[in-house]
């Protein structure tokens, strides 16, 4: 069974950094793609970023492209999003996602994800 754990959500102001991590346990975890999605209340939950099992591909939505930085561990099972820059329409409930098996490109697809954690909120407020 595959569980994820989000953690390192909080208030920041405008123009501030925060790294929020996803801990992870459960067979072959290390070789799945492993994406951030977040929401806000009324709207979908919208992809953010994702990284390959090995770490060399990463994608990013367009709206955090240049701000923000998705890594990971595979030693520690934990995957990282490094935010900078933030703004407060990166406010939202933050998840982070893994695929049911390994593939090599990691997706931007909601429906490609079938393990989420429970969630981080991250706010951006002066």
């Known amino acids: 069974q595959v569980q994820l754990v989000e953690s390192g959500g909080g208030l920041v102001q405008p123009g501030d950094s925060l790294r929020v991590s996803c801990a992870a346990s459960?067979?072959?975890?290390?070789?799945?793609?492993m994406g951030w999605f977040r929401q806000t209340p009324g709207r979908e939950r919208e992809f953010v970023a994702a990284?390959?099992?090995?770490?060399?591909?990463?994608i990013y939505a367009d709206s955090v492209q240049g701000r923000f930085i998705i890594s990971r561990d595979n030693a520690k099972a934990t995957v990282y999003l490094q935010m900078s820059s933030l703004k407060p329409e990166d406010t939202a409930v933050y998840y982070c996602?893994?695929?049911?098996?390994?593939?090599?490109?990691?997706?931007?697809?909601?429906?490609?994800?079938?393990?989420w954690g429970q969630g981080t909120q991250v706010t951006v407020s002066s």
């Open positions: 996602a893994t695929t049911p098996f390994s593939i090599s490109t990691p997706p931007s697809s909601l429906t490609a994800y079938k393990y």
């Open positions: 990284i390959s099992g090995s770490g060399e591909r990463t």
């Open positions: 459960g067979l072959g975890i290390s070789s799945r793609p």
